[in-house]
């Protein structure tokens, strides 16, 4: 589906990111691009309007990145620095890095179908300040990129090898630089939770740690300063939408919400800073 250039003119990077217009399409072809998306689905991350379609991923995206940012302007904001969103998912954040005054923003992640949504959102885009490579954290050790600034959100505890993760953030990291580490943990200072299995529902949780913990692993791996900046409960921040039709992990609660149905401490999201 080939745009003309009033396209770029009219995208916004705001809480929800905008690209194009619904005039843009004529009724069959918004009709494709809505099968389209459908076909890309489970939305995980968003909210996206392309054309007048609006995408609500599972979660609302917007929320983490107002706590996101606020760590960012906390250190002087993300005004012409170069910025890497580690687990970037679909991308969201990129967008929202342009937005801030980021000079680019680099995203990597694994998952093919990610890929495929990044793809499929950036078709008609045309700004080259956004870039998506298909890949792990580990191209960070081979590549040796540098970044001013270094997002990794939700991503620390489904990794087997976190210290691998921390230590490929930190070496990534220009003279100055920081990360911004988000992670799903529990009120357990310096201790964690190891599930036996599923956690809240979710498999692939390799650990829910305390915050101490986290910044106990910070401080191991070589950052020199790391501080705990936010916490916050996101359990409204997930829900079901057309685009993704997925449990939330507060259905997978005990009936007062005190604990998962694992027997579990509840999650609550922990926001950390950590420079070299
Ligand atoms: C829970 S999602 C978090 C997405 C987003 N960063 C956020 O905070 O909303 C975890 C993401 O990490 C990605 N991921 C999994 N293994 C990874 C790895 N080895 N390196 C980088 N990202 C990875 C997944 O594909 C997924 O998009």
Known sequence: MALD??????????????IGNPSDLNAADFSRLTIEAKSLAPWRKGPFELHGLRIDGQWDSSLKWKRALAVADSQGGLKGRRVCDVGCN??????????AGATSALGLDPAVNFEKQFEFITRDLGDSRISFKRAGYQWLLEEKQVFDVIFCMGVVYHQKNPYELLDALRESLAPGGYVVLETLGADLGERMIVPAGK???????????GPVAIQNMLRRSGFGTNRMMDVWDARDEQSRTEFADLPCMKEFYNDTGDKTIEGYEVPLRYLFLAKR
Request: proline letters at 3%; charged letters at 15%.
């Open 199 to 209: 956690y809240a529902g979710q498999g692939g949780i390799w650990m829910v740690p």
């Open 5 to 18: 250039s009033r396209v770029n003119k009219s995208n916004q990077y705001g809480d929800c990111i905008r």
């Open 90 to 99: 679909n991308g969201y954040y990129l967008f929202r890095a342009i937005e």
